[in-house]
């Protein structure tokens, strides 16, 4: 795989791990709040965990790409 076919990879890859941490947080804490169906707390706490380790996973991928 060359150079530039990684950087649009890693490039891709860190899109869709936000887009991941996006579609977490709305299914698991928006979720949580407005079902109820589980323990609210517990839920809250392993959808921000989540959530913050795909956005981070997503945003570490993306920035080190460098053009």
């Known amino acids: ?11 891709a890859i860190g899109g869709i791990f936000i887009d991941l941490g996006k579609l977490s947080f709305g ?3 928006l979720g949580s709040i407005l079902r ?3 323990d609210p707390l517990q839920t809250f706490v392993f959808g921000t965990t989540v959530a913050v380790s795909l956005f981070a ?3 570490w991928f993306v920035s080190t790409e460098k053009e």
């Open 1 to 11: 795989m060359g150079s530039k076919s990684w950087k649009k990879a890693k490039t």
């Open 27 to 29: 299914s698991l804490i």
């Open 36 to 38: 109820g169906g589980l």
């Open 57 to 59: 996973a997503g945003i």
